[in-house]
């Protein structure tokens, strides 16, 4: 149990389909941050929410949308991926005051665009 | 340019012996060090945390050095196991101003064999 629960955990999608991931944690942490891992490239940093708010966008394609509709929660809507979008989704969240340094990490959606 | 540069890309042990992983970084101004060890299909977990005043930190069976006037950072495994089997990933934190960005490693993958 990481506190942080992500869903799903493997996900497979065309790339005219519409999916959402989702992230949920009880830690009572107040910043919540969207990776992306792929293989033999280091992690990524996507998109940053504290306390709800979206503090850092980088430069991240359109395709991809975050939601926060409050500290506990993080949505990633997906539309209209290519196939280099494949790859391991990782959320993370953080206590207010850490300076955007994630504490805990969920264990991934794996993603595959056909 | 910030960078953090992590060696050996993948090493394989057997079980019970010791083994150093090393990470060298050249992220400035620098924050903090941290080492995450991720199993496979799950997400980073932290192991230490090191800001510049110190040099050495344990967690159990591992232990992590830092030396930042050379930049230079090591995680040592002592009597390793089968559980140990991961990636380990160094990451720098880099001061931004109110935030910190982070320098991700592309992590050692480690195999502990029986």
């Known amino acids: 149990e990481t506190g942080v629960t992500q869903t799903p955990r493997h996900l497979v999608m065309g790339m005219t389909n519409k999916k959402s991931l989702k992230c949920e944690q009880h830690?009572?942490?107040?910043?919540m941050y969207w990776y992306k891992q792929s293989a033999k490239k280091p992690l990524e940093l996507m998109f940053v929410?504290?306390?709800?708010?979206?503090?850092e966008n980088n430069s991240v394609p359109s395709r991809f949308s975050p939601e926060c509709p409050n500290s506990s929660h993080l949505f990633l809507h997906l539309h209209t991926l290519q196939p280099e979008d494949s790859a391991l989704y990782l959320c993370?969240?953080?206590?207010?005051?850490?300076?955007?340094?994630?504490?805990?990490f969920g264990d991934g959606t794996r993603l595959s665009i056909l | 340019k910030n960078q953090v540069e992590q060696s050996p890309q993948s090493l394989i042990i057997l079980e019970g012996k010791n083994c150093t992983l090393q990470c060298n970084y050249t992220v400035s101004p620098f924050s903090n060090l941290r080492w995450y060890k991720q199993d496979t299909g799950r997400g980073p977990v932290s192991l230490t945390i090191?800001?510049?005043s110190e040099n050495t930190k344990s967690n159990g069976r591992y232990t992590a050095t830092l030396d930042a006037d050379t930049k230079q950072s090591s995680l040592h495994i002592t009597a390793s196991q089968l559980s140990d089997s991961a990636s380990y990933i160094c990451v720098v934190s880099r001061n931004a101003g109110n935030n910190r960005k982070l320098i991700w490693g592309l992590g050692t993958s480690l195999a502990v064999n029986p």
């Open positions: 830690l009572g942490h107040n910043a």
């Open positions: 929410y504290n306390f709800k708010e979206q503090t």
């Open positions: 993370a969240s953080s206590p207010p005051d850490r300076g955007n340094q994630p504490q805990h």
């Open positions: 090191m800001t510049f």
